[in-house]
């Protein structure tokens, strides 16, 4: 079946960077794009980007442009998100997840169990 | 960026009765190419992803049960849980996946009365 399997929980002061991974299986990778999806405590999901697994384009949350990066590994299945320049609002659970075609404009249809990313001095 | 609302924030039914949540875009979501509205709804239980159960405003993902139910379009969606069991106790999000940023609502959590 569809699966991702992120890395584990994370604990970063200010100013530093943070990479997420999520391995994926159960399917092809390079048929889909990625998505990253992040959390905080008691918000709303908030959409950072995704990468079309397959040929590598991205794209991000004008938000998050200039701090956020994306990245895949086809030959590992895994896909990676890493995030610089981390401020105390950045804490927040990080979800990867496949977009449901492989043009970006899907609905996301299998999640990671998340990976819990802390801020703090 | 299209903005998401939701209404109501919360809402308590009784057990086998109908639950019904609404969302709103700030413009609409409907892709002309198909004639489909990139609308989709997601339930999230505590400590869990989301997890998808409606895309294109009203198909049901394979195995989400028949009592789950969305409709509406261009800029007006609804949810409805016909007969809500134990289990739909959760927060619902619309999500809209039209326009980058693809955007949430900010939730709706269903309780039993």
Redesign the interface.
């Known amino acids: 079946q569809v699966q991702f399997v992120q890395s584990g929980a994370e604990v970063k002061k200010p100013a530093a960077s943070v990479k997420v991974s999520c391995k994926a299986s159960g399917y092809t990778f390079t048929s889909y794009a990625v998505h990253w999806v992040r959390q905080a405590p008691g918000q709303r999901p908030e959409w950072m980007g995704w990468i079309n697994a397959g040929n590598g384009n991205t794209k991000y949350s004008q938000k998050l442009q200039g701090r956020v990066t994306i990245t895949r590994d086809t030959s590992a299945s895994i896909a990676y998100v890493e995030l610089r320049s981390l401020t105390p609002e950045d804490t927040a659970v990080y979800y990867c997840a496949r977009g449901k075609g492989a043009g970006g404009y899907d609905p996301f249809d299998c999640w990671g169990q998340g990976t819990l990313v802390t801020v703090s001095s | 960026d299209i903005v998401m609302t939701q209404s109501p924030d919360s809402l308590a039914v009784s057990l086998g009765e109908r639950a019904t949540i609404n969302c709103k875009s700030s413009q609409s979501v409907l ?1 002309s190419s198909n004639n489909k509205n ?1 609308l ?1 709804w ?1 339930q999230q239980k505590p400590g869990q ?4 159960l409606i ?1 294109w405003a009203s198909t049901r ?1 394979s195995g989400v049960p028949d009592r789950f139910s969305g409709s509406g379009s261009g800029t007006d969606f609804t949810l409805t849980i016909t007969s809500l069991q134990a289990e739909d106790v959760a927060v619902y ?1 619309c ?1 809209q ?2 326009s ?8 709706t959590k269903v309780d039993i009365k």
């Open positions: 892709y990139d989709a997601y992803p989301p997890k998808l895309y993902e999000y999500h996946y039209n980058a940023p693809f955007t949430f609502g900010p939730g």
